[in-house]
C-alpha cells in the first residue's frame, strides 16, 4: 500500500507540471484513521509541489468567505493575486488578516518595535484592499484585521478563521524565510495540520 501512494504522488506531481493552474487534494484521502492529521499524498504533494498553488482541502468548507493571511513578505503579491483570482466578485467576502507575534519582553524599546509592527501592518493591509479593489472585489466586502502580540501565527489564524466562519485560508507557503532548503514554512505548515475542515490553499 505504501509504494502504491508513492506512486500517486509522483504520478500527481508529474500531470501538475503540464500546465495546471493549481493541484486540489483532499486531506485523508480513502483514509479515516482520526491519528492521521494528513494522509501521506496530500503530505508529499505539500512539500514536493513548488511551481504551482496546492490546495489541501478538509471537511466540507463553508462558502462565500475567505481568510487570506498576509506578510511583510515578496510571496504577499502572490499571495493577494491568486486570492483575487479564485473569488467570486459577487459572493465572496474576504477577511484580511495580519499576525504580529508577541516579543519576548515588554520593555520600552519592545513595545516601541510592536507599535512600529503594528503601523507597518495597517500600511500592508491598506495596500492589500486596493489590490483586491483592482481585481474587482466591493470594498464593502472586504475586512482587514491585525492580531498582534500573539504566541504562534499559525494558532491564531486557524482560530481567526474558525472565529469568523471562513471555509478557505489562503497563505503563502514560506513567509519571511528565503531558506531554500525549507518548501514548506513553519507557519504555513502548522496551519495545514491545525485547520482540519478547512480548505487551505498555500501560494509559491
Not at 503540464?18 to 492529521?37: E, F, N, P
Not at 531558506?179 to 490553499?201: C, D, H, I, P, T
Request: proline content about 1%; hydrophobic content about 40%.
Amino acid at each position: 500500500m505504501e509504494e502504491r501512494k508513492k506512486g500517486i504522488a509522483r504520478d500527481i506531481i508529474t500531470e501538475s507540471q503540464r500546465g495546471y493552474d493549481a493541484v486540489v487534494v483532499g486531506r485523508l484521502g480513502k483514509s479515516q484513521l482520526k491519528d492521521l492529521v494528513w494522509g501521506s499524498v496530500a503530505d508529499k504533494l505539500m512539500g514536493r509541489l513548488i511551481h504551482v498553488p496546492v490546495c489541501v482541502v478538509g471537511g466540507s468548507p463553508q462558502d462565500g468567505k475567505i481568510l487570506v493571511a498576509i506578510d511583510t513578505s515578496e510571496e504577499a503579491t502572490k499571495v493577494l493575486d491568486f486570492a483575487g483570482s479564485i473569488m467570486d466578485i459577487t459572493d465572496c467576502e474576504v477577511t484580511l488578516l495580519h499576525v504580529i507575534r508577541g516579543l519576548e519582553s515588554w520593555t520600552a524599546d519592545a513595545s516601541e518595535k510592536l507599535q512600529k509592527a503594528e503601523k507597518a501592518g495597517t500600511t500592508l493591509l491598506e495596500e492589500a484592499v486596493g489590490r483586491l479593489e483592482k481585481a474587482g472585489l466591493n470594498r464593502e466586502r472586504i475586512f482587514t484585521k491585525i492580531l498582534s502580540g500573539v504566541a504562534s501565527r499559525a494558532e491564531a489564524i486557524v482560530e481567526e478563521a474558525r472565529n469568523s466562519s471562513c471555509g478557505t485560508i489562503v497563505m503563502g507557503r514560506r513567509g519571511l524565510s528565503r531558506v531554500e532548503e525549507f518548501f514548506m514554512g513553519r507557519v504555513s505548515k502548522k496551519v495545514l495540520q491545525l485547520a482540519k475542515w478547512n480548505a487551505v490553499w498555500v501560494v509559491s
